[in-house]
């Protein structure tokens, strides 16, 4: 009996990273966002006071039903302004903005668009809604998110300030992400062997020419498929190996030794219903769906891979100064493999890193130590490091683009100069000092910079920079 409880225990509550979760969030929200943005084709067809099913009719067909959708309160004149607002909300759950709330919301929203049209309703919506019902169960948007975004830069500079040089920002394994993922994983077993089930009672799956026949159905045919017609053989044999797949589903998707050949075979089907009976998006959402039995491990080493950094880099930072602090944390918070060395300049000395580069150095900028042994600081500091963070590729290749290095240039010159006009780094100049336990230090003095690389920006030093200096 305590063995039992501990399976059960283990099989629902044991901590799950939350990083497949993310994905399959991610996932849903991108088909939600593309499947209602395609209602705005003939959003008045479909929702209007005139349309092809009245809200009357509707609720004829669900008399008896727990049904509600908030279209049928929505007048006329306010149609495309609450399409574009869901639409919204949906591209804010994909993109894992305040993803507790617009989870729920999505939810809502889904719901009320597959109710206000039944007569519409297809399994890809069943799906959808499934999906997004059980994101708002687990921490959906603990990864892959601007949600988690922000909780690795705040980590990030709490972490930078206690002196971590590899700071440890992966979301955190919960309960609640790994009970999200067996609900999805249950309700595709069941989907799956009923749909199996149901197909027993149709004759043309028993004699294997169900296939011939979804293939020959013009309605369908997306790719023309008649061909099978001179090989009967292997009609029968895909007829009847989707019935065995769907009904053993439930049984070998368990087995770690069966589970990728099951996949596999699902992956195969899923994307045949795309290329030859033109359901893309069903076929699609419902690997989605699949995709809840990937080892969470083996997506967080792909995704490391795919948006990681590529070479191991040391970012020297000033830790006295809550700007520098700010911008090293930023600098960790996009580093999702941790190859990235953030080191206080205090802590070390920057001659035995670098050749030629003293702590001045370090006080007036993020000094960057790449693999190949060169020292990069200021603007194209930045710019190294966002060619080398692939997270960052896409602000990398804008800032390619002609004029745009020049305006980036010119921007950081002023934002440099504006952070020492206003004081910027008063707050921890004074945070500093009290750690330090030393004697008040006046305002910042603006005194002449050192002649600056071609790409380097001029800076004033502080009086606490000058201090540290003279050290």
Same mark, same amino acid.
């Given at each position: 009996?305590?063995?039992? #409880?501990?399976?059960?225990?283990?099989?629902? *509550?044991?901590?799950?990273?939350?990083?497949?979760?993310?994905?399959?969030?991610?996932?849903?929200?991108?088909?939600?966002?593309?499947?209602?943005?395609?209602?705005?084709?003939?959003?008045?067809? *479909?929702?209007?006071?005139?349309?092809?099913?009245?809200?009357?009719?509707?609720?004829?067909?669900?008399?008896?039903?727990?049904?509600?959708?908030?279209?049928?309160?929505?007048?006329?004149?306010?149609?495309?302004?609450?399409?574009?607002?869901?639409? $919204?909300?949906?591209?804010?759950?994909?993109?894992?903005?305040?993803?507790?709330? $617009?989870?729920?919301?999505?939810?809502?929203?889904?719901?009320?668009?597959?109710?206000?049209?039944?007569?519409?309703?297809?399994?890809?919506?069943?799906?959808?809604?499934?999906? $997004?019902?059980?994101? /708002?169960?687990?921490?959906?948007? %603990?990864?892959?998110?601007?949600?988690?975004?922000?909780?690795?830069?705040? &980590?990030?500079?709490?972490?930078?300030?206690?002196?971590?040089?590899?700071?440890?920002?992966?979301?955190?394994?919960?309960?609640?992400?790994?009970?999200?993922?067996?609900?999805?994983?249950?309700?595709?077993?069941?989907?799956?062997?009923?749909?199996?089930?149901?197909?027993?009672?149709?004759?043309?799956?028993?004699?294997?020419?169900?296939?011939?026949? %979804?293939?020959?159905?013009?309605?369908?045919?997306?790719?023309?498929?008649?061909?099978?017609?001179?090989?009967?053989?292997?009609?029968?044999?895909? #007829?009847?190996?989707?019935?065995?797949?769907?009904?053993?589903?439930?049984?070998?998707?368990?087995?770690?030794?069966?589970?990728?050949?099951?996949?596999?075979?699902?992956?195969?089907?899923?994307?045949?219903?795309?290329?030859?009976?033109?359901?893309?998006?069903?076929?699609?959402?419902?690997?989605?769906? /699949?995709?809840?039995?990937?080892?969470?491990? &083996?997506?967080?080493?792909?995704?490391?891979?795919?948006?990681?950094?590529?070479?191991?880099?040391?970012?020297?930072?000033?830790?006295?100064?809550?700007?520098?602090?700010?911008?090293?944390?930023?600098?960790?918070? *996009?580093?999702?493999?941790?190859?990235?060395?953030?080191?206080?300049?205090?802590?070390?000395?920057? %001659?035995?890193?670098?050749?030629?580069?003293?702590?001045?150095?370090?006080?007036?900028?993020?000094?960057?130590?790449?693999?190949?042994?060169? /020292?990069?600081?200021?603007?194209?500091?930045?710019?190294?490091?966002?060619?080398?963070?692939?997270?960052?590729?896409?602000?990398?290749?804008?800032?390619?683009?002609?004029?745009?290095?020049?305006?980036?240039?010119?921007?950081?010159?002023?934002?440099?100069?504006?952070?020492?006009?206003?004081?910027?780094?008063?707050?921890?100049?004074?945070?500093?000092?009290? #750690?330090?336990?030393?004697?008040?230090?006046?305002?910042?003095?603006?005194?002449?910079?050192?002649?600056?690389?071609?790409?380097?920006?001029?800076?004033?030093?502080?009086?606490?920079?000058?201090?540290?200096?003279?050290?």
């Amino acid at each position: 009996m305590h063995d039992s #409880t501990a399976a059960w225990n283990r099989f629902w *509550f044991r901590p799950a990273d939350p990083t497949l979760l993310g994905l399959i969030r991610l996932c849903t929200g991108l088909m939600l966002v593309y499947t209602h943005a395609v209602w705005g084709l003939e959003l008045e067809a *479909f929702f209007g006071p005139n349309s092809w099913l009245s809200p009357e009719a509707a609720a004829v067909i669900q008399q008896g039903q727990a049904a509600f959708s908030f279209w049928w309160y929505v007048p006329a004149e306010l149609l495309w302004p609450v399409h574009y607002a869901c639409l $919204t909300v949906f591209a804010l759950f994909t993109l894992g903005v305040l993803t507790r709330v $617009t989870s729920l919301l999505s939810l809502v929203i889904a719901v009320s668009y597959a109710y206000r049209t039944p007569s519409a309703l297809f399994g890809l919506d069943q799906i959808n809604v499934m999906l $997004t019902l059980y994101c /708002c169960v687990g921490p959906a948007g %603990a990864a892959l998110s601007v949600d988690q975004l922000v909780r690795r830069f705040r &980590s990030a500079r709490q972490q930078v300030a206690a002196g971590i040089r590899f700071p440890q920002l992966t979301p955190a394994p919960s309960s609640s992400a790994r009970v999200s993922l067996r609900l999805i994983q249950l309700h595709m077993c069941l989907i799956y062997f009923f749909a199996g089930v149901s197909k027993l009672q149709g004759p043309a799956w028993w004699s294997g020419e169900a296939m011939w026949l %979804a293939f020959a159905n013009l309605e369908y045919q997306s790719m023309d498929m008649t061909w099978l017609a001179r090989w009967p053989l292997l009609i029968n044999v895909a #007829t009847h190996a989707t019935i065995v797949w769907e009904i053993s589903f439930p049984a070998l998707i368990w087995s770690r030794r069966w589970r990728p050949l099951v996949l596999f075979f699902g992956t195969l089907m899923h994307l045949g219903i795309g290329a030859c009976l033109g359901m893309w998006t069903f076929g699609l959402i419902m690997l989605v769906g /699949c995709g809840s039995f990937l080892p969470p491990a &083996s997506i967080r080493r792909m995704l490391r891979v795919v948006f990681g950094t590529r070479h191991a880099w040391t970012v020297l930072y000033d830790g006295g100064c809550l700007v520098c602090r700010r911008a090293a944390g930023r600098v960790a918070g *996009f580093d999702l493999s941790r190859r990235l060395q953030l080191v206080d300049c205090h802590a070390v000395d920057p %001659a035995q890193l670098h050749a030629g580069l003293d702590e001045e150095d370090c006080l007036r900028d993020l000094q960057v130590l790449t693999h190949e042994g060169r /020292c990069l600081t200021g603007v194209e500091a930045r710019l190294a490091l966002a060619r080398n963070i692939r997270l960052l590729w896409p602000l990398a290749c804008i800032l390619q683009l002609p004029g745009i290095h020049s305006l980036v240039v010119r921007w950081f010159a002023g934002r440099q100069q504006a952070r020492i006009d206003s004081g910027a780094c008063g707050v921890s100049l004074s945070q500093w000092r009290d #750690t330090l336990q030393t004697v008040a230090v006046p305002e910042s003095v603006p005194v002449p910079a050192p002649a600056a690389a071609s790409k380097s920006v001029s800076v004033t030093v502080s009086t606490k920079e000058k201090q540290l200096a003279s050290r």
